[in-house]
């Protein structure tokens, strides 16, 4: 097994480097984040669907409110209700996905919302390796970062 390490990879960022991006913040590595979260800087929005949290496992003390909604992934109508309530004005919100991608839309929402946004690389889960599974190729998990399961 390879050891995460703080540096960068294909898709994600050193760990203090902000990666520019169209529509919100910026694109975060799962470090950078991590470290936002326990200084109090930033609040963790985990927009996976609560099936996925459920099953796969989540981050503890991350708000989870799902961008789209199992099943049939649809659209959440309370999204930016949730998102207001979860994110205290003058924090940051770090949205986070299983692979970085739903959460680029959800930043992009936040940012519309006045919430300064970042997407998280890598995601919860990391890309697909060479067989087509997730988790050892990037991601919140590998990387070591807490995470429970249920």
């Known amino acids: 097994m390879t050891t995460p390490t703080a540096t960068a990879t294909a898709n994600s960022a050193p760990l203090g480097a902000v990666q520019p991006a169209a529509g919100y913040a910026g694109d975060i590595s799962p470090m950078l984040a991590a470290q936002w979260v326990a200084s109090g800087e930033a609040v963790l929005v985990d927009v996976r669907s609560d099936a996925e949290r459920e099953w796969v496992g989540y981050v503890p003390g991350g708000v989870g409110l799902a961008w789209k909604q199992w099943p049939g992934m649809v659209p959440n109508a309370d999204f930016d209700e949730g998102l207001r309530a ?33 997407n998280i690389l890598e995601g919860f889960e990391g890309n697909p390796d060479e067989h087509g599974q997730r988790g050892h190729v990037g991601g919140w998990r590998f990387r070591g970062l807490p995470w429970k399961q249920n």
Do not use: D, F, H, N
């Open 86 to 118: 979860a994110v205290p004005q003058g924090l940051k919100a770090v949205m986070l996905c299983r692979s970085g991608v739903r959460s680029i839309a959800a930043a992009k929402r936040a940012t519309e919302l006045g919430i300064e946004a970042y």
